[in-house]
């Protein structure tokens, strides 16, 4: 299978703040990819890097194969959505679709049309008139108009209500379907990136914490449960993604498959929220296995690389 | 691309065009009024052989129009204010660009197309307003013969179309610099008043050397033509400058570099003590001025330094845009 997007080192520097750092990301062809970070964790920096928006200061990609540039053909396979619907106001969908054509070497006015129309949504009507919900689709459908074969969405459903959101997906599944087309697109809704995303890139302050298939991640991954006591044990083969301990038992969300020898530990399956949540949740001291030094965290917190939820000492 | 930038702007290209309309309209109808005057005068006084002085017994036209003419010196910026500064700028402020950016089209490819036909209807803009001036103006440059000077020389003839490419350019730029439509406005207009002033006070003068000619203050001497008088000076017997009047002066030297003979001239005619008549000899008057045959290089030589400035002002443009992150 072709690769769509490889990166190694990649990383973006604004000023003094680190808007992303030493990112490796590897997508296959014909994935919808989710991406997924706290807020300022660096996901609009790596797509607009990824868009050619944007020059990293650090580290290489290959896009589509070859570097993000300034050329016609490359921005012809690459169709980008920022975050704040960028649309001219005084311009009506018609014109948006004008423009489309004219820019364009392969372009599809006829589904726009139809997609708008079926959205009741006016062709004819300023677009700064138009409800944010409508803006989006309208941006969404000129987006997908392009007929990109890498898509690549800043939280394009934030705008939308639960339906036009569900038809949305839908809609992109069903294009990525047709061969062809790899997505990401990052939000902040697990539950319905969880319904059509097959894979999962995961950014943390800055850093990439998980980047794969959504399946073979949760496969790597699972809960153990068992009783208060050490787990030196556990962690000689598998890295603690999170430790949550209550007087009586601790709960372990790990990375490392191998099967559990002693009889005191249960585990579990782990689910996509649930991973994602635990490495969400962790300090920034980027992925505890690699043990990366802390960036602005006191001593005490730098030297243990757990994190500890719900104490009650 | 030319389908966009048209799209863009049909609405101030309307605007542009009702506006041009109306001072052809209004320059025409006066203009041919005021030929039809000064012909008129022509033959009347060619009659009466008074020619000599008709500058100054015929005033062609009305002062309201002759005010608005004045006031296309202004002209060139609207171009770089309407047009220039919110081209790059109200895009990058509302984030249009990353739209347009992302169609299949660079960032060269786009920022050349939209550039180059909003220059092109700046040079049409400052064109046509100037050939309309300088045609109206044909009459009253005959009668006054001062289109050589500050303030005619900058709206007639070619130099209008380079201001307007400067403006452009210059809104271009500062929006392009800025990122946002207003602070952009308010750089151009000022950036434009500031270098167009600069230019006519210390460079222009000196475009090529000007023209002394050193006569007794006693002959009265003006440059032939449409000449461009830069400067009058009083030079006194020993070579040494005489300082401007600042009280009783004669013949523009004050009366204090004079003998007493001078202080009271006789009563009634005006009529000079011939000692002070001496007196008075031994001064000489120096004009410098450009001649009248230079108008066209020195509107050459303008031109071509506004040409310049636009072509560096875009290359900064061009620079920023295509380097920065969008």
């Given at each position: 299978?072709?690769?769509?997007?490889?990166?190694?080192?990649?990383?973006?520097?604004?000023?003094?703040?680190?808007?992303?750092?030493?990112?490796?990301?590897?997508?296959?062809?014909?994935?919808?990819?989710?991406?997924?970070?706290?807020?300022?964790?660096?996901?609009?920096?790596?797509?607009?890097?990824?868009?050619?928006?944007?020059?990293?200061?650090?580290?290489?990609?290959?896009?589509?194969?070859?570097?993000?540039?300034?050329?016609?053909?490359?921005?012809?396979?690459?169709?980008?959505?920022?975050?704040?619907?960028?649309?001219?106001?005084?311009?009506?969908?018609?014109?948006?679709?004008?423009?489309?054509?004219?820019?364009?070497?392969?372009?599809?006015?006829?589904?726009?049309?139809?997609?708008?129309?079926?959205?009741?949504?006016?062709?004819?009507?300023?677009?700064?008139?138009?409800?944010?919900?409508?803006?989006?689709?309208?941006?969404?459908?000129?987006?997908?108009?392009?007929?990109?074969?890498?898509?690549?969405?800043?939280?394009?459903?934030?705008?939308?209500?639960?339906?036009?959101?569900?038809?949305?997906?839908?809609?992109?599944?069903?294009?990525?379907?047709?061969?062809?087309?790899?997505?990401?697109?990052?939000?902040?809704?697990?539950?319905?990136?969880?319904?059509?995303?097959?894979?999962?890139?995961?950014?943390?302050?800055?850093?990439?914490?998980?980047?794969?298939?959504?399946?073979?991640?949760?496969?790597?991954?699972?809960?153990?449960?068992?009783?208060?006591?050490?787990?030196?044990?556990?962690?000689?083969?598998?890295?603690?993604?999170?430790?949550?301990?209550?007087?009586?038992?601790?709960?372990?969300?790990?990375?490392?498959?191998?099967?559990?020898?002693?009889?005191?530990?249960?585990?579990?399956?782990?689910?996509?929220?649930?991973?994602?949540?635990?490495?969400?949740?962790?300090?920034?001291?980027?992925?505890?296995?690699?043990?990366?030094?802390?960036?602005?965290?006191?001593?005490?917190?730098?030297?243990?690389?757990?994190?500890?939820?719900?104490?009650?000492? | 691309?030319?389908?966009?930038?048209?799209?863009?702007?049909?609405?101030?290209?309307?605007?542009?065009?009702?506006?041009?309309?109306?001072?052809?309209?209004?320059?025409?109808?006066?203009?041919?009024?005021?030929?039809?005057?000064?012909?008129?005068?022509?033959?009347?006084?060619?009659?009466?052989?008074?020619?000599?002085?008709?500058?100054?017994?015929?005033?062609?036209?009305?002062?309201?129009?002759?005010?608005?003419?004045?006031?296309?010196?202004?002209?060139?910026v609207?171009a770089g204010l309407f047009w220039g500064a919110p081209l790059v700028a109200?895009?990058?402020?509302?984030?249009?660009?990353?739209?347009?950016?992302?169609?299949?089209?660079?960032?060269?490819?786009?920022?050349?197309?939209?550039?180059?036909?909003l220059?092109?209807?700046?040079?049409?803009?400052?064109?046509?307003?100037?050939?309309?001036?300088?045609?109206?103006?044909?009459?009253?440059?005959?009668?006054?013969?001062?289109?050589?000077?500050?303030?005619?020389?900058?709206?007639?003839?070619?130099?209008?179309?380079?201001?307007?490419?400067?403006a452009m350019a210059l809104g271009i730029c500062a929006g392009?610099?800025?990122?946002?439509?207003?602070?952009a406005l308010?750089v151009t207009?000022?950036?434009f008043?500031?270098?167009?002033?600069?230019?006519?006070?210390?460079?222009?003068?000196?475009?090529?050397?000007?023209?002394?000619?050193?006569?007794?203050?006693?002959?009265?001497?003006?440059?032939?033509?449409?000449?461009?008088?830069?400067?009058?000076?009083?030079?006194?017997?020993?070579?040494?400058?005489?300082?401007?009047?600042?009280?009783?002066?004669?013949?523009?030297?004050?009366?204090?570099?004079?003998?007493?003979?001078?202080?009271?001239?006789?009563?009634?005619?005006?009529?000079?003590?011939?000692?002070?008549?001496?007196?008075?000899?031994?001064?000489?008057?120096?004009?410098?001025?450009?001649?009248?045959?230079?108008?066209?290089?020195?509107?050459?030589?303008?031109?071509?330094?506004?040409?310049?400035?636009?072509?560096?002002l875009?290359?900064?443009?061009?620079?920023?845009?295509?380097?920065?992150?969008?």
């Amino acid at each position: 299978m072709t690769t769509v997007i490889q990166t190694c080192g990649l990383s973006k520097q604004y000023r003094r703040v680190s808007a992303l750092s030493d990112c490796a990301v590897t997508l296959p062809e014909g994935r919808i990819s989710a991406l997924i970070g706290p807020n300022g964790a660096g996901k609009t920096t790596l797509l607009r890097l990824l868009a050619g928006l944007a020059k990293p200061t650090a580290g290489e990609m290959t896009v589509l194969g070859g570097v993000p540039r300034q050329d016609p053909a490359f921005l012809a396979e690459v169709g980008f959505l920022a975050q704040e619907i960028p649309l001219y106001r005084r311009f009506t969908a018609d014109d948006h679709i004008g423009i489309g054509a004219h820019l364009n070497p392969r372009w599809d006015a006829a589904y726009v049309r139809d997609r708008l129309r079926s959205l009741n949504i006016p062709l004819d009507r300023a677009a700064g008139s138009l409800s944010g919900g409508q803006r989006a689709q309208l941006a969404l459908a000129l987006t997908l108009a392009k007929k990109p074969r890498l898509l690549l969405l800043d939280e394009p459903v934030a705008a939308l209500d639960p339906l036009a959101r569900r038809h949305f997906l839908a809609t992109l599944a069903e294009a990525v379907a047709c061969g062809g087309l790899t997505v990401i697109l990052s939000s902040h809704l697990l539950a319905d990136l969880e319904r059509v995303a097959d894979h999962l890139i995961l950014l943390a302050t800055a850093r990439v914490q998980l980047c794969g298939d959504i399946d073979a991640l949760l496969a790597e991954h699972q809960i153990l449960v068992g009783p208060r006591k050490a787990t030196t044990a556990i962690e000689k083969t598998r890295t603690v993604v999170q430790a949550v301990r209550t007087a009586r038992q601790t709960t372990l969300l790990v990375r490392g498959n191998a099967p559990v020898v002693d009889p005191d530990w249960e585990s579990a399956e782990v689910g996509l929220e649930e991973m994602v949540l635990a490495y969400m949740s962790q300090p920034s001291t980027g992925q505890p296995s690699t043990g990366q030094p802390s960036t602005g965290q006191d001593g005490a917190s730098a030297i243990s690389h757990l994190t500890t939820v719900g104490e009650d000492q | 691309m030319t389908w966009l930038v048209w799209r863009q702007h049909r609405a101030q290209f309307c605007v542009g065009a009702a506006l041009l309309a109306a001072l052809a309209v209004l320059l025409l109808i006066t203009g041919l009024q005021m030929a039809s005057q000064y012909h008129s005068a022509v033959a009347a006084c060619t009659a009466t052989h008074t020619c000599a002085n008709l500058s100054s017994s015929v005033f062609l036209g009305s002062h309201a129009v002759g005010f608005l003419v004045i006031m296309t010196l202004g002209a060139p910026v609207l171009a770089g204010l309407f047009w220039g500064a919110p081209l790059v700028a109200a895009e990058l402020e509302t984030g249009t660009n990353q739209f347009a950016w992302m169609q299949s089209v660079t960032r060269k490819r786009w920022l050349a197309v939209k550039a180059g036909w909003l220059l092109l209807a700046a040079a049409v803009w400052g064109g046509v307003i100037s050939a309309l001036v300088t045609w109206w103006s044909g009459p009253d440059n005959a009668l006054q013969l001062d289109q050589f000077k500050p303030g005619r020389f900058d709206i007639m003839g070619i130099v209008p179309v380079a201001y307007a490419l400067f403006a452009m350019a210059l809104g271009i730029c500062a929006g392009a610099l800025l990122r946002r439509t207003l602070p952009a406005l308010a750089v151009t207009l000022a950036g434009f008043i500031a270098v167009r002033a600069a230019v006519t006070l210390w460079l222009r003068p000196h475009y090529i050397s000007a023209v002394t000619v050193t006569h007794s203050v006693l002959n009265g001497y003006t440059p032939p033509g449409s000449a461009w008088q830069l400067g009058q000076d009083v030079v006194g017997p020993h070579g040494n400058l005489v300082a401007a009047p600042n009280g009783a002066a004669l013949y523009n030297i004050p009366l204090g570099y004079l003998p007493a003979s001078c202080a009271s001239p006789a009563r009634g005619a005006v009529r000079i003590a011939p000692s002070c008549r001496a007196a008075l000899a031994s001064f000489r008057s120096v004009v410098t001025y450009q001649p009248g045959g230079r108008y066209w290089a020195f509107q050459g030589i303008e031109t071509g330094i506004f040409v310049l400035l636009a072509a560096g002002l875009l290359a900064v443009a061009a620079v920023v845009l295509l380097r920065r992150d969008a």
